[in-house]
């Protein structure tokens, strides 16, 4: 019996996209955070492409607003360095304000000003023409609502305002942290959409967190999961999914072993079925003619994959997940959100 079918898909150290370091907007290096001892942040490698959507996903607790609080300077680090949109940022030499757009723990207004009111105020702040606020509230489709104060406002509509607020100064680099948080469905796809839409459009570079896997899978290019503070995996999500196995179901498990055995092929047995990596189609065709040749019977032959969402979970859940289905190339892929 070989073991190594068992192991699970990805290694838990962090892969990187094939940007070299002209193309990536940040760079950390080994940074950490600690809070009485404890690391919210412990020796995270980013490595965040050049435009498009990177998506930071990972449960409560893990990291993700920490890691962007690090990113704006609104905090520092324990240790380790950042590179942010090719400046080596610290505490002595900060990006200028509006450099990146944010929006981190539910943004703040005045309530009793409009939302005009409150971009105009902003903006003068960064020194910005007040023409801009018209672009950024139609970016967000939020016109029409000029007269309304912001106390007035709807989850929603505060979560786009606070939006155009992050794009007013039209920076190169959007910070976003939960940015779906509390919104119903129709305003989670709303937002996603503009997210999806400011990068496509505009060519931001957003990294947006969550913790929720099929929200990050609709928009994000590449991801990074973070768990306990450590990145887990970085890349394109298609990278975290195995190449599966192929379970025969045969009447002589025993003798398709001992011709996969004969061919050095790994297989494991599990009571009628024999299971192999993935083989090439000719080698499934060549190994189901000899058991039929040799009067053996193949009910079966099935591909199974894990699914995204077990891939997701093995990395930041420690007791995985083994009650899950697995998928199989008779059923399409189902990924779901995990909430
Ligand atoms: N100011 C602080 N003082 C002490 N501990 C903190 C502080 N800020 C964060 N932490 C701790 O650091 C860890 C990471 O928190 P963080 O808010 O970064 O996680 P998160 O992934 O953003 O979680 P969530 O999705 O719940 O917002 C948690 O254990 C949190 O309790």
């Given at each position: 019996m070989n073991t190594a079918l068992n192991e699970a898909a990805p290694a838990a150290a962090p892969t990187h996209p094939t940007a070299n370091k002209h193309d990536l907007v940040v760079?950390?290096?080994?940074?950490?955070?600690?809070?009485?001892?404890?690391?919210?942040?412990?020796?995270?490698?980013?490595?965040?492409?050049?435009?498009?959507?990177?998506?930071?996903?990972?449960?409560?607790?893990?990291?993700?607003?920490?890691?962007?609080?690090?990113?704006?300077?609104?905090?520092?680090?324990?240790?380790?360095?950042?590179?942010?949109?090719?400046?080596?940022?610290?505490?002595?030499?900060?990006?200028?304000?509006?450099?990146?757009?944010?929006?981190?723990?539910?943004?703040?207004?005045?309530?009793?000003?409009?939302?005009?009111?409150?971009?105009?105020?902003?903006?003068?702040?960064?020194?910005?023409?007040?023409?801009?606020?018209?672009?950024?509230?139609?970016?967000?489709?939020?016109?029409?609502?000029?007269?309304?104060?912001?106390?007035?406002?709807?989850?929603?509509?505060?979560?786009?305002?606070?939006?155009?607020?992050?794009?007013?100064?039209?920076?190169?680099?959007?910070?976003?942290?939960?940015?779906?948080?509390?919104?119903?469905?129709?305003?989670?796809?709303?937002?996603?959409?503009?997210?999806?839409?400011?990068?496509?459009?505009?060519?931001?570079?957003?990294?947006?967190?969550?913790?929720i896997l099929s929200e990050i899978e609709q928009m994000a290019d590449v991801v990074g999961i973070i768990c306990d503070g450590r990145l887990r995996y970085q890349g394109p999500l298609s990278g975290l999914q195995d190449d599966g196995v192929i379970d025969f179901t045969v009447s002589d498990p025993a003798g398709a072993a001992a011709l996969l055995g004969e061919q050095h092929i790994q297989h494991e047995l599990r009571g009628r079925t024999v299971r192999t990596p993935m083989l090439p189609e000719e080698a499934v065709g060549a190994l189901v003619s000899r058991i039929v040749h040799g009067g053996g019977t193949v009910f079966r032959v099935q591909t199974v994959r894990k699914t995204l969402e077990q891939a997701f979970l093995e990395l930041t859940d420690p007791l995985g997940s083994p009650s899950l289905p697995t998928s199989t190339t008779a059923a399409p892929f189902t990924v779901r959100g995990v909430n």
């Amino acid at each position: 019996m070989n073991t190594a079918l068992n192991e699970a898909a990805p290694a838990a150290a962090p892969t990187h996209p094939t940007a070299n370091k002209h193309d990536l907007v940040v760079t950390t290096i080994g940074l950490t955070k600690t809070y009485n001892g404890a690391a919210a942040v412990d020796h995270v490698d980013l490595r965040v492409p050049r435009g498009g959507v990177y998506g930071f996903l990972g449960p409560n607790g893990a990291g993700k607003s920490t890691t962007m609080k690090l990113l704006l300077g609104l905090t520092r680090p324990s240790s380790g360095s950042m590179q942010v949109l090719g400046h080596p940022v610290s505490a002595r030499s900060p990006l200028p304000a509006g450099a990146i757009g944010s929006l981190i723990e539910g943004p703040s207004f005045y309530p009793r000003l409009t939302g005009p009111e409150n971009l105009a105020m902003v903006a003068d702040y960064l020194g910005l023409s007040r023409g801009r606020v018209q672009h950024a509230l139609s970016t967000v489709s939020l016109t029409g609502q000029d007269k309304k104060l912001v106390k007035d406002y709807s989850l929603g509509m505060k979560q786009r305002l606070g939006l155009a607020m992050a794009l007013l100064a039209q920076p190169p680099l959007m910070l976003l942290d939960e940015p779906t948080n509390g919104l119903d469905p129709a305003g989670v796809a709303e937002i996603r959409q503009l997210i999806v839409d400011l990068a496509r459009q505009e060519g931001t570079t957003i990294i947006v967190s969550s913790h929720i896997l099929s929200e990050i899978e609709q928009m994000a290019d590449v991801v990074g999961i973070i768990c306990d503070g450590r990145l887990r995996y970085q890349g394109p999500l298609s990278g975290l999914q195995d190449d599966g196995v192929i379970d025969f179901t045969v009447s002589d498990p025993a003798g398709a072993a001992a011709l996969l055995g004969e061919q050095h092929i790994q297989h494991e047995l599990r009571g009628r079925t024999v299971r192999t990596p993935m083989l090439p189609e000719e080698a499934v065709g060549a190994l189901v003619s000899r058991i039929v040749h040799g009067g053996g019977t193949v009910f079966r032959v099935q591909t199974v994959r894990k699914t995204l969402e077990q891939a997701f979970l093995e990395l930041t859940d420690p007791l995985g997940s083994p009650s899950l289905p697995t998928s199989t190339t008779a059923a399409p892929f189902t990924v779901r959100g995990v909430n």
